[in-house]
């Protein structure tokens, strides 16, 4: 089990938003958001080599979001918290602000099981809310806090150390830390489908942002396409393939090389091809845990009838209709 996605989902399974529409980590008393949102702004967690990780994280984000946003830390005391909110108040023009609380910056950070991932995704999460009020979304519900789940997963999928596992298979775990009061289901979703739409967002990392977002909202309102995929394709690459059903299984074969791959349906316009490290007698192989290795892994994300999104560790390529 990945421990450090365990960690950043444990992190985004939390979150929630206030009354004035802002999003915090934690709720606050409305007198103690509206002081934390107009004021209490620091430049400096009080740690160089953590300000300079944080900005090394915070530039992707930004960029990818095309965002031109305030960050501050802030002294959060005994209650650990975050926020975006919309307004810039005394900063001067900008998108929106993000503010992070040195208590829990700290505890993420230095926590035993790898938070540092963790602050990136909830980083992520807050910024995708100003991505929000970028684009005019003002509403307060759970959709608007599932896509930005959705987001997070997205900037997650990106980065170099991304492990290709089902980010779901650790729902279970999640459940295990703590019941759903920690959160308003009706305004935040629970705890299945924060993970799921944290995956989902992870599939479309190829995609750029602002197509990322739409195909989202889309998911969020039922009005994603369950699209055909059999048929002939051509990559980027220049590589071929036919895409076929046969025994209600899925697979697709190189034109070129007439290499046929298995590909298993794991979401709805989300197939997967695991190919598996193989042991002297031809059999996979498997670690000391028994747990089969496998050596890479193709994504195949499906956008809409003539367009699939083909993802490895080898990197990124497009399959469109013949």
């Known amino acids: 089990m990945n421990s450090t996605k365990l960690n950043i989902l444990a992190a985004l399974l939390f979150l929630s938003i206030s009354v004035h529409g802002q999003c915090y980590l934690r709720e606050l008393p409305t ?10 702004e620091e430049r400096s967690s009080g740690n160089i080599q953590i300000d300079q990780w944080i900005q090394f994280e915070l530039n992707p984000i930004l960029q990818i979001f095309n965002l031109n946003s305030k960050f501050f830390f802030y002294d959060d005391g005994d209650n650990p918290n975050a ?26 950070t230095y926590s035993y099981n790898g938070g540092r991932d963790a602050v990136i995704g909830v980083l992520a999460h807050e910024f995708a809310h100003i991505l929000q009020c970028k684009r005019q979304w003002f509403d307060r519900d759970k959709k608007k806090e599932l896509h930005a789940d959705f987001m997070a997963g997205y900037i997650l999928g990106q980065k170099a150390n991304f492990q290709f596992t089902n980010i779901a298979s650790f729902a279970n775990t999640l459940f295990q830390l703590g019941s759903d009061s920690f959160s308003d289901e009706a305004s935040h979703g629970n705890p299945e489908e924060r993970v799921r739409y944290m995956t989902l967002g992870s599939y479309y990392r190829s995609l750029n942002a602002n197509d990322a977002y739409d195909v989202g909202k889309r998911w969020l309102e039922g009005t994603i396409g369950n699209y055909n995929i059999y048929g002939d394709w051509q990559s980027t690459s220049g590589n071929k393939f036919r895409v076929f ?21 794991i979401e709805q316009n989300v197939f997967r091809a695991l190919f598996y490290q193989m042991n002297q007698f031809g059999q996979p192989a498997r670690d000391m845990y028994g747990n ?22 080898q990197g990124t390529s497009v399959w469109t209709r013949l």
């Open 292 to 313: 089969l290795i496998i050596i890479d892994q193709i994504d195949l994300v499906v956008v809409d009838s003539r367009k699939i999104i083909a993802s490895s560790r």
């Open 245 to 265: 059903n046969q025994s209600g299984n899925t697979y697709y074969q190189s034109l070129i090389t007439g290499i046929t791959t298995s590909a298993a349906q």
């Open 83 to 108: 926020l975006a909110t919309c307004d810039c108040n005394s900063s001067g023009s900008c998108d929106g602000i993000v503010k992070f609380g040195k208590n829990l910056l700290y505890q993420e």
């Open 31 to 40: 007198d103690e958001a509206t002081d934390l949102v107009n004021g209490n």
